[in-house]
């Protein structure tokens, strides 16, 4: 396996990666050299490239996680799998619909394996709540809202290349079509640019699904910088015969020391026994044993993904606009 893209999150893949048993981290690239070598000393890995099309080229490299910024993942991604590699892609899949189906329309066409990462449905609550939605335990779904915030030091950090709307809603829009089986036919969103950065500090977005259910998503990337948890993130799925509620943060763990209380992850990528696990290790750990068993990933398909870029990209043209955007 090979790792294409190490920043803070190329890093946590290259973490996950080395916990798997049958996977060897092979091969590094980024364009920061200085980064390179410190990465390939922490993980021991040989082989590094500055140059992405340099490392497909190695024979030895079966498979390769794109984790460059999400404007930036077209081009390695085709190149991957034109070059016979399996891929796994970060979300979103791409920063545009016409890179979202020149992915789609490669990755059908490619004789290796391909899946985006959508962490959450390896999310153990969110993947149950699929679970008793897909048994009819709620009923026809006609409501879902999700919260999706985080402190603004983090914000900070990650607005210059992203949104809160496309950067997190991805997931709870991904979630909600995941859920529904619907198709969004119209989204409307406003944003609030508190620090003047080159993207919004928040967004709140509104869907429409084919099926008439409502969609709503909360996004706020300006929370305070002593919230107690990274992530602020609940879910709520209303059906004509019953409502299912995840809460996955505070206060399942709480640890208070002299610098007030914190609530660390424990689902995403927390580090147990010394190992970095959760559902970035279990998607990964996915992904490659289809690939050991040549069986097609179909926890999420290409489309899917696409679909879920499609939607958010909508509602930041309706933000920019102020007009509800329909989608055909």
């Known amino acids: ?43 021991g890995v040989r082989k590094t490239y500055t140059d992405y099309r340099a490392l ?27 070059a016979g590699k399996h891929v796994f892609l970060e979300k979103p899949m791409a920063s545009t619909n016409a890179d979202c189906e020149r992915i789609v329309r490669a990755a059908k066409a490619a004789s290796k394996h391909f899946m985006v990462g959508h962490i959450c449905r390896f999310n153990p609550r ?32 990650v607005l210059p290349k992203i949104g809160p709307i496309i950067g997190d809603g991805v997931h709870d829009t991904d979630l909600m079509l995941w859920y529904s089986g619907a198709k969004v036919v119209s989204a409307y969103a406003q944003t609030v640019n508190v620090r003047k950065l080159k993207n919004p500090d928040l967004g709140w977005t509104m869907y429409r699904f084919d099926t008439g259910a409502i969609g709503v998503l909360e996004d706020t990337w300006f929370l305070p910088d002593t919230t107690a948890f ?34 660390p992850d424990t689902t995403y990528w927390p580090s147990l026994h010394g190992v970095r696990a959760g559902a970035l290790r279990d998607e990964l750990s996915y992904f490659l044993q289809c690939v050991l068993e040549d069986r097609k990933p179909t926890v999420i398909t290409p489309e899917e993904s696409a679909a879920a870029v499609r939607a958010c990209l909508a509602a930041e043209a309706s933000a920019a606009t102020g007009r509800i955007v329909k989608l055909k």
């Open 230 to 263: 990274q992530i602020d993130e609940r879910m709520e799925i209303i059906g004509t015969e019953g409502s299912i509620h995840i809460h996955e943060t505070h206060p399942n763990l709480s640890i208070c020391d002299a610098t007030g209380w914190h609530s």
């Open 1 to 43: 396996m090979a790792v294409i893209g190490l920043g803070w999150f190329g890093e946590k893949h290259c973490e996950a990666l080395s916990g798997i048993p049958h996977v060897e981290l092979h091969a590094l690239c980024t364009r920061t050299e200085s980064r390179l070598k410190a990465l390939a000393r922490t993980f």
């Open 126 to 157: 969110y993947a149950a709540a699929k679970e008793a939605i897909a048994a009819g335990k709620i009923g026809r779904i006609v409501s879902m809202y999700a919260r999706r915030n985080i402190p603004a030091c983090v914000g900070q950090s």
């Open 56 to 82: 497909l080229a190695d024979p030895d490299v079966d498979a390769v996680s794109v984790v460059t910024m999400w404007d930036q993942h077209a081009a390695p991604t085709l190149a991957a799998l034109d």
